[in-house]
């Protein structure tokens, strides 16, 4: 719950004194859905790992009151160039005729895959977004009594997060992965949750804008292929393609997807 001083509210983020916070910040903003996670009522399936028999219908964004209005503003500037290098909304921006994006099939953990090379972009941009979410929904859990970064972590994240000039590509690695159709379409949104990752390292997942991408939450050292699969400083990334259906986290929820595709087929059956 936020803080009171005085009469005024502190907002969790700023830390500044403030009357009101804003009535509705995104948590994880609109664009960042995939197409065919709305139904005809532009509602999507809010599936939250950390709770697979919790189902809410999300309306144009996931949500919530937990920030004041300046930091709601300035993290929408984060979403704004998230968007515009990685949703289709951005396709004639600067950002996206910039970068550079070779693809060719190569042999990975996993076998023969398609992996696509980016560069020319801008890495303290495209993590300050990733991080943005993940502050976001850390803050919001915790205003909610359900934290999941412990506060060393996300005063670590938060310093990385407002210091400009500080570019870190190795305390809190970021993963891309890039989700290519096959079989069932993945309708319906991951919200963030903390998993375990490669040798037992937690990571920070969210799925969206036909990406899954992963932040390693450790204080330990890093598992080699996190160097190359990594957001690097220089402004590169190396992701792989990678079925929905093939991911960790698709196959951790699968039961509750099978229910809720249960389910909306079984409303269709019923409707005159």
């Known amino acids: 719950m936020p803080k009171y001083e005085g009469g005024l509210m502190i907002c969790p983020f700023c830390e500044k004194e403030v009357s009101e916070f804003h009535p509705n910040s995104h948590i994880i903003p609109e664009w960042i859905y995939e197409e065919n996670s709305y139904d005809e009522k532009h509602r999507a399936i809010g599936l939250n790992l950390d709770n697979l028999e919790k189902e809410n219908n999300v309306q144009q964004g996931y949500r919530g009151s937990f920030i004041c209005r300046t930091c ?56 300050n977004f990733i991080f943005s979410i993940l502050i976001r929904d850390h803050l919001w859990r915790k205003a909610n009594k359900r934290a999941q970064l412990n506060d060393e972590h996300y005063q670590k994240i938060k310093s990385l997060y407002l210091n400009e000039t500080l570019i870190d590509d190795v305390s809190y690695p970021i993963l891309v992965v890039k989700l290519v159709k096959n079989g069932m379409p993945s309708r319906g949104v991951f ?82």
Not at 79 to 104: N, W
Request: one cysteine or more.
């Open 191 to 272: 919200l963030p949750y903390v998993y375990r990752f490669v040798d037992d390292h937690r990571a920070y997942a969210f799925k969206g804008a036909g990406f899954l991408f992963h932040t390693l939450i450790s204080s330990h050292k890093k598992p080699p292929s996190t160097e190359v699969q990594k957001i690097q400083k220089d402004g590169t990334v190396c992701i792989v393609h990678m079925p929905f259906e093939e991911t960790d986290i698709f196959k951790k929820a699968l039961p509750r997807i099978l229910k809720i595709r249960e389910t909306d087929a079984r409303q269709k059956t019923l409707q005159p």
């Open 72 to 127: 709601e503003t300035n993290f929408s500037k984060n979403d704004r160039y998230g968007s515009l290098l990685l949703s289709s909304k951005g396709k004639d921006s600067k950002i996206q005729k910039d970068l550079v994006v070779e693809t060719r099939t190569c042999q990975t953990d996993i076998g023969n895959t398609e992996v696509s090379f980016w560069s020319n972009f801008k890495f303290k941009e495209l993590q």
